[in-house]
């Protein structure tokens, strides 16, 4: 596709639950980002991926969190026992390498809200 | 690690006046600044950005300038219009050990017509 593409674009699931969202990134992109926005904030960083090893995963706020990128393209954001505070928009983004000044382009975000 | 503060947090100008936002930065080893512009309920999406060899860079109404000796570095929009609005972040790559961006908590512009 042309963007980064993310599913849901919506979920609400029950508090305990598991979940999982996906990122479909940029064709040819070999770096993958996941971040967090919370109302009002800036995004907030989680999980890097370089192909398909998480080159930096220092984000992740608790073992609950955990994604995966098997073939260097589709990602998945897994999260276990959900929380209400893991409610919040989360933001994949890739880039063409992960170099540290190179752009990112973001997908529209999942809203997860978790009751 | 690197800390990003962004000022101000709401900004309301007049239609047709200029707009400055101003970020700050704690790490000297940053080297990359973006600034992404969101609309309600959208991606955050680039509208410019400087890397540390320049001092400023300029894309039509819109230009960055940094100052890496105060560590801050600031956006300007002129000649503001409706679909200016809306909120913008400030951003600064990590250290060298890692890719991530540390973004500013926003500011939302309002421009009033």
């Known amino acids: 596709g042309a963007g980064v593409s993310q599913t849901p674009s919506n979920k609400v699931t029950e508090k305990g639950k598991y979940v999982e969202l996906r990122c479909d990134p940029i064709?040819?992109?070999?770096?993958l980002y996941w971040y967090r926005q919370s109302l009002g904030q800036g995004p907030e960083f989680l999980i890097y991926f370089q192909g398909t090893g998480a080159a930096d995963d220092s984000g992740l706020p608790n073992d609950r969190f955990f994604a995966v990128r098997p073939e260097g393209s589709v990602s998945t954001l897994k999260i276990q026992r959900t929380e209400r505070g893991d409610s919040a928009v989360y933001l994949c983004?890739?880039?063409?390498?992960?170099?540290?000044?190179?752009?990112?382009?973001f997908g529209q975000g999942t809203r997860l809200t978790v009751v | 690690g690197e800390n990003v503060e962004q000022h101000p947090s709401t900004l309301s100008v007049q239609e047709g006046d200029s707009a400055v936002i101003k970020c700050t930065y704690s790490d000297s080893a940053s080297n990359y600044f973006p600034w992404y512009k969101q609309e309600l309920g959208k991606r955050p999406q680039l509208i410019i950005d400087i890397r540390s060899n320049v001092g400023e860079k300029k894309d039509q109404r819109i230009a960055v300038t940094l100052n890496k000796t105060a560590k801050h570095f600031s956006l300007h929009i002129t000649e503001t219009q409706p679909e200016d609005s809306a909120v913008y972040f400030c951003a600064a790559n990590g250290p060298d050990s890692n890719y991530q961006l540390i973004w500013g908590a926003g500011t939302k512009l309002i421009i009033k017509p």
């Open positions: 983004a890739s880039s063409l390498w992960g170099g540290r000044d190179t752009e990112a382009f």
């Open positions: 064709s040819g992109h070999t770096a």
